[in-house]
């Protein structure tokens, strides 16, 4: 069982360019997040999913875009990089949304330069 | 909104003792989730333990267990006999009918 995967580990980005961060998971989890983790800092949720074709805004969604396809897949697209996108980026999984627990990724650092 | 206060963003602990990692939350809901998640220099996230807040008995994992005072909106965590291997950011998590919403963090070193 591999859980949850993300792509690259790391990536460093000139501004102005645009890269999408993949992330996959075979737990058969319907929900899926994004968050992003700042040094010294927790983490924030950029988006969420609930399901294949739903998507949500989280506390950080600016200069962000995603999609849901399909349960498994759940991209994260930047757009015209910022140096304030600097930062190590987690996607994560759950069977539901209560107390089901996040299984994380290993993370993407990526800095924008 | 929900919040998560961590208050101490370092701790140090000789082997073998205990600390407390402390952690306040505020949240209008009911009914809602917290957790305890651990992130060593390897950088992934690791769940400690979690606790409903329906329950008042105090959750437990081995050497892991909180003191959750619903009252206080207070859940700390406590870590008895300290291994190197503890060395790591902890951090506190609230859920409630939104998403994971995370502290700060506090850095634990763990004293040979």
């Known amino acids: 069982n591999a859980g949850v995967t993300q792509t690259p580990k790391f990536r460093i980005l000139k501004i102005g360019q645009s890269m999408t961060l993949q992330c996959t998971q075979d737990m058969n989890h319907n929900y899926m997040y994004w968050y992003r983790q700042d040094p010294g800092m927790g983490l924030k949720l950029i988006y969420y999913s609930v399901g294949a074709g739903i998507t949500d805004k989280g506390e950080v969604p600016n200069g962000y875009n995603v999609s849901r396809s399909t349960t498994e897949d759940f991209p994260l697209r930047l757009e015209l990089a910022a140096p304030s996108q600097t930062s190590v980026y987690f996607c994560?999984?759950?069977?539901?949304?209560?107390?089901?627990?996040?299984?994380f990724g290993n993370g993407t650092r990526l800095t924008v330069t | 909104a929900q919040t998560v206060t961590q208050s101490q963003p370092e701790m140090s602990v000789q082997e073998a003792e205990t600390v407390t990692l402390s952690c306040t939350y505020d949240t209008s809901e009911s009914d809602y989730y917290l957790f305890w998640y651990k992130q060593p220099p390897s950088r992934q996230m690791i769940l400690v333990i979690r606790?409903?807040?329906?329950?008042?008995q105090n959750a437990t994992e081995n050497r892991f267990s909180v003191n959750f005072q619903k009252a206080a909106k207070s859940f700390s965590l406590k870590i008895s006999d300290s291994q190197l291997g503890d060395a790591a950011m902890y951090f506190c998590?609230?859920?409630?009918?939104?998403?994971?919403?995370f502290g700060k963090g506090t850095r634990l070193s763990v004293i040979a």
């Open positions: 606790q409903e807040a329906y329950k008042q």
């Open positions: 998590a609230l859920r409630g009918n939104t998403p994971l919403v």
């Open positions: 994560a999984s759950s069977y539901s949304g209560d107390n089901s627990p996040l299984h």
